[in-house]
């Protein structure tokens, strides 16, 4: 496995492998089963995998929780090398946000809504950053967790609006066996808040909004942000809670496969 911190390594290393097809997985790190299902996707659809770790601090709009993520290089490179992960890009801040970046990509309507109300900007951060990851990987393939439902409507939305030609894959969400959708934020969730934390995917589970908001009202220890059919594609039931300090997301599908 190659590991490339600079645009200009990774573009390097990937110019001999362009004759075939190119599979990107953007992540963040602190890795888990749920980026496991993404790579072994990826690895069984192209020549090349590329993983992308960059913790992207554009797409944190509470400094705390930037600050919060949990980060462990060592075993993210060695679970990738693992997962037959060929090239692994770990840019720099810099090397992504040059001194004087000023460039954004801003996906306004899908954006805005749900995450993008309680997180202005949050999407600004991922698309800008995404599309970067694309031009400089230039994949055939791209893939990404259906866990974040509303990140996948941007990045379809953002790849149809720009004419990118490349492929996005998404994977279903992976959960642990009690249900609770894997997260890295899981982490960071005490015994007793990751108990309380189970009742977002349970009250999803009922597929019914009202009786959803019903069960969580009557749930402990959780503050509600939102809880809301979207009409994306697929349309799904999508929600976001608070336990303790921790925000956690969830969604399940409305239609056709239940996910
Ligand atoms: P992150 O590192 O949190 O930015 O996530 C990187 C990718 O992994 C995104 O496409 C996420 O949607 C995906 N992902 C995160 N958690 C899960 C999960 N439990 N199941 C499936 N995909 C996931």
Known sequence: MNLVRTIAGAREVLAPLRSGSIGLVP?????????LALLRAARAGNETVVMSLFVNPAQFADAGDLARYP???????AVAAEAGVDVVFAPSHDEMYPPGFQTWVDVTEVGSILE????????????????????????TRTYFGQKDAQQVEVIRTLIRDLALEVELRV?????????????????RLSPDERRRALALS???????????????AAANG??????????????VLAGAVRVGSTRLIDNVVLEGEAQ
């Open 27 to 35: 992540t963040m790190g602190a890795l888990h089963d749920g980026h």
């Open 71 to 77: 980060r462990d290089e060592a075993r993210d490179l």
């Open 202 to 216: 349970r009250a999803l589970a009922t597929r019914d909004r009202e009786q959803a908001l019903a069960e969580l």
């Open 116 to 139: 993008g109300r309680f997180r202005p900007g949050h999407f600004r951060g991922v698309a800008t950053v995404v599309l970067k990851l694309f031009s400089i990987v230039r994949p």
């Open 222 to 235: 959780l503050e509600i942000d939102y809880l809301e059919v979207a009409d994306f594609d697929p349309p």
């Open 171 to 187: 994977v279903p969400t992976v959960r642990d066996a009690d249900g609770l959708a894997l997260s890295s934020r899981n982490a």
